[in-house]
């Protein structure tokens, strides 16, 4: 790319007026002084493929990939990472400068990342996590958590067969509840994860015991709409360590930031305060 030329970024899903990223990636951009831009844009599932090979042309360096698009887009990429192809998903498409479509996945870095920043003396090798969720979002945090060394991963969904097919995928230090026996998965579990959209606004509640919880437990919700959901509400009332789920939508995206602009941007109070709008 010339000098004189603007680089574009933006994030692709159906629907997509609802994201974030926006926010995000406009602030880091004003604040690191660089002349870029990045967008929201709504594409339809049929025109995927031919979106993916026009946005190149277009001055677009990259773009995040959400909902419905992160699996399809695996097979459009000419390029695909170990993470990526592990999760069965990419978050981040990079346009490299030899015309090649490079897929990532950034999501179990950015659930890591939150994890060490909110809630910094956990240790992974401390004990089980409990996970409740086989959708993408579980994918991901599957993944990252194995990677990081934790000895057992305790999932549950409310339709079974996604969890047993995850455990088939990840390995035998997944373990699968059923659903009515959810609540057990926290006696002794060092973490705690909600990786389904249950507690968020507009869903159904997480009605899952939390008896098991104790002040020794972390406790982290990827859902950030409510900010404060009422497992971390409950959890931080027993006295538990809890770490929203803004983090993670904010790490997931500075590699990505970085990969398409050169600047690895800074996170921090103002940050969660941009992207929350407030």
Not at 7 to 32: E, T
Not at 96 to 122: C, M, Q, S
Not at 128 to 140: D, E, I, Q, S, T
Request: a neutral charge; glycine letters at 10%.
């Amino acid at each position: 790319m010339n000098q004189t030329s603007i680089p574009l970024a933006g994030v692709i899903g159906m629907p997509i007026a609802h994201s974030r990223s926006p926010a995000l990636h406009s602030f880091w951009l004003k604040r690191a002084g660089i002349r870029g831009h990045y967008v929201p844009l709504e594409i339809a599932q049929a025109d995927l493929e031919q979106v993916i090979r026009a946005l190149p042309k277009m001055g677009f360096v990259g773009v995040n990939v959400t909902i419905p698009h992160k699996e399809k887009v695996l097979a459009l990429a000419d390029v695909v990472t170990d993470r990526a192809a592990l999760i069965g998903a990419a978050n981040t498409l990079i346009f490299r400068g030899d015309g090649k479509v490079h897929a990532d996945n950034t999501d179990g870095y950015g659930f890591i990342e939150n994890l060490r920043h909110g809630a910094p003396e956990w240790d992974p090798a401390s004990g089980p996590a409990a996970v409740f969720g086989a959708g993408g979002a579980a994918r991901a945090v599957l993944a990252s958590l194995l990677d990081v060394g934790v000895p057992e991963i305790r999932l549950s969904n409310r339709t079974k067969a996604r969890a047993d097919a995850l455990r088939a995928e990840f390995g035998t230090r997944v373990r699968v509840f059923d659903w009515v026996q959810a609540g057990n998965m926290i006696d002794q579990a060092a973490l705690v994860v909600n990786a389904s959209s249950l507690g968020m606004e507009g869903k159904p509640d997480l009605r899952v015991p939390l008896d098991g919880l104790t002040s020794h437990t972390v406790v982290t919700d990827l859902v950030y709409t409510p900010l404060e959901t009422a497992l971390l509400k409950h959890a931080r009332a027993v006295g538990c360590t809890t770490v929203d789920g803004l983090g993670m939508l904010i790490y997931q995206a500075a590699p990505a930031f970085e990969r398409w602009f050169g600047h690895r941007p800074d996170i921090d109070e103002e940050t969660r305060r941009v992207v929350l709008g407030t």
